[in-house]
């Protein structure tokens, strides 16, 4: 079990480092006379065309993401607020690809990624959905009843969201590897929530509910 374990860390740790080096190579290719016209809009490379989320490379949907979240979560992995745990693995596959974007560059993808059409993720996490009401009712008090989110409070729209990168953000709050980070407000706000998930299951008993939200 625990060799098991270990190899599937591995595993995410070679497909992070890989994902890395092949999103960060054609920029490393370029010469700055190539690069400077370049237009930023380089996300369905990892996230899909339709921006509906990338299992295989652990990118989540944009599709129908808030303009005010999207513009957030770039600027914190561009200036290193988010992805700079070395543990997270998908967070510093993505912070080189932020790293790219100047304020202008931002603006252009959250109008770009605005214009793409929402369509929920499909479900692929297995829970007590039942159990995960119960837990969820704390989580209500930011994302909403329905886990719509809430913009005066800055928490985003969890339903709708791919499951499995909803569990893997969980996780990384409550470990510590997202959130840390002294200039990550949010993110300190959200450590201490994650700890009222004791285990694996309570994850994703969670999201298994969340799953549910967001369907009349």
């Known amino acids: 079990m ?15 480092a890989m994902l890395t080096i092949l999103c960060w190579l054609p920029f490393q290719l370029q010469g700055e006379e190539e690069r400077e016209p370049y237009d930023d809009r380089y996300c369905t490379t990892c996230h899909g065309a339709d921006g509906r989320g990338n299992f295989g490379v652990q990118a989540p949907r944009l599709a129908g993401m808030e303009p005010w979240y999207l513009k957030r979560q770039l600027e914190n992995f561009r200036t290193g ?3 700079a745990h070395l543990k997270d ?34 479900v692929t ?5 039942a159990v995960g009401k119960q837990l969820y009712s704390q989580c ?41 980070e002294s200039l990550d407000n949010y993110g300190q706000q959200m450590m201490p929530m ?18 549910t939200l967001g369907k009349n």
């Open 2 to 16: 625990t060799l098991y374990g270990e190899n599937k860390v591995n595993g995410k740790k070679l497909i992070g």
């Open 140 to 180: 209500a008090t930011c994302h909403g009843d329905e886990a719509q989110g809430n913009e005066m409070l800055g928490a985003p729209a969890l339903r709708g969201q791919n499951d499995w990168y909803l569990v893997t953000q969980l996780k990384n709050f409550k470990k510590g590897w997202r959130g840390s």
């Open 89 to 122: 693995i998908e967070g510093m596959a993505m912070r080189p690809m932020a790293v790219q974007l100047t304020d202008e560059g931002i603006a252009d993808v959250v109008e770009w990624v605005g214009d793409w059409n929402y369509i929920p993720a499909q």
């Open 81 to 83: 607020i988010r992805g």
């Open 125 to 129: 996490i297995e829970g007590d959905s």
């Open 194 to 211: 994650a700890q009222i998930l004791a285990d694996e299951d309570s994850i994703n008993n969670v999201v298994s509910h969340i799953n």
